[in-house]
């Protein structure tokens, strides 16, 4: 159990680092391009490795690649927005909350009533946030956030359905491939293929790093699920709410460090109380 713990607790820190490297960097899209690309090209070697997936499994991975243009795009402007304690917790937490509600609607999870309590303290949490949420230049974050919350929803209910229909761990990795073509394409359809060029000539390395601690944010929580139960390693990933809201208030003084933190407290224990009863 204690390996899983500082499984969890690494994959959550990751998960919540590259989101940060994201918020702080020049130009947004071009980062989370460039870091879904190499993870896209680490997700085609371990394919090849691993002798791939079901034909049939690639339409869900194609879902998931085309849903994570407005993620890409929803993230970038959220960050350009606002702050990043406010705009991660929002989008995290939503994505969780719509992520069980899909589960319930799309895949027969069932809802207990002690569910029904944790999906309040959650939508609580985001909205203390959102309540605070402050604009950077004139236009708040908390609607691209809520778009992002809205994508991480459809995905991760469109991922399960198929780690369930496949059985198969490689799936995550064809997922990585299909976002990296997506994004690619839409980064050239939108005129900024010369943009797209020149940032891994100049930046590859930093890209290919990101792209791994994309990879291992992920691989990390499926090592953690050998040792403790799916639950108790899901509860632990999103205490990365609280590292956003700690780095946003101490580390970029965002302000309203009190109730930022509390609301992603209320977020995390919601969360948690969410996975505990599924």
Same mark, same amino acid.
Not at 222 to 229: E, H, M
């Given at each position: #159990?204690?390996?899983?713990?500082?499984?969890?607790?690494?994959?959550?820190?990751?998960?919540?680092?590259?989101?940060?490297?994201?918020?702080?960097?020049?130009?947004?899209?071009?980062?989370?391009?460039?870091?879904?690309?190499?993870?896209?090209?680490?997700?085609?070697?371990?394919?090849?490795?691993?002798?791939?997936?079901?034909?049939?499994?690639?339409?869900?991975?194609?879902?998931?690649?085309?849903?994570?243009?407005?993620?890409?795009?929803?993230?970038?402007?959220?960050?350009?927005?606002?702050?990043?304690?406010?705009?991660?917790?929002?989008?995290?937490?939503?994505?969780?909350?719509?992520?069980?509600?899909?589960?319930?609607?799309?895949?027969?999870?069932?809802?207990?009533?002690?569910?029904?309590?944790?999906i309040c303290v959650v939508a609580g949490g985001v909205c203390l946030l959102a309540a605070g949420g402050r604009a950077v230049h004139g236009v708040g974050a908390i609607p691209a956030a809520l778009l992002v919350g809205v994508v991480i929803g459809v995905y991760v209910t469109n991922d399960s359905h198929a780690i369930r229909a496949y059985d198969t761990a490689l799936y995550v990795f064809a997922v990585f491939v299909m976002i990296s073509l997506v994004v690619s394409v839409y980064g050239v359809a939108t005129g900024r293929g010369p943009?797209?060029?020149?940032?891994?000539?100049?930046?590859?390395?930093?890209?290919?790093?990101?792209?791994?601690?994309?990879?291992?944010?992920?691989?990390?929580?499926?090592?953690?699920?050998?040792?403790?139960?799916?639950?108790?390693?899901?509860?632990?990933?999103?205490?990365?709410?609280?590292?956003?809201?700690?780095?946003?208030?101490? #580390?970029?003084?965002?302000?309203?460090?009190?109730?930022?933190?509390?609301?992603?407290?209320?977020?995390?224990?919601?969360?948690?109380?969410?996975?505990?009863?599924?």
């Open positions: #159990m204690l390996q899983a713990t500082l499984l969890g607790l690494a994959s959550a820190g990751l998960h919540a680092g590259w989101n940060l490297a994201a918020k702080q960097s020049r130009d947004r899209f071009l980062t989370l391009w460039g870091q879904f690309v190499a993870a896209g090209a680490i997700g085609a070697v371990v394919l090849a490795a691993g002798g791939g997936i079901p034909a049939r499994a690639w339409l869900f991975a194609a879902v998931s690649g085309l849903v994570h243009v407005p993620y890409v795009v929803g993230l970038t402007m959220a960050y350009e927005r606002g702050d990043f304690s406010v705009a991660y917790p929002v989008a995290r937490g939503t994505g969780a909350l719509l992520a069980t509600v899909g589960g319930i609607a799309v895949l027969d999870d069932q809802l207990r009533w002690w569910s029904l309590l944790a943009d797209l060029v020149a940032s891994y000539r100049s930046g590859w390395g930093r890209h290919v790093c990101a792209g791994a601690v994309v990879v291992a944010a992920y691989s990390l929580g499926l090592v953690a699920v050998r040792w403790a139960p799916v639950g108790y390693v899901a509860a632990l990933r999103e205490s990365s709410v609280l590292i956003a809201a700690f780095v946003g208030t101490r #580390m970029l003084a965002e302000g309203d460090a009190r109730k930022r933190n509390v609301a992603a407290a209320l977020i995390v224990t919601g969360l948690v109380l969410l996975v505990a009863t599924r």
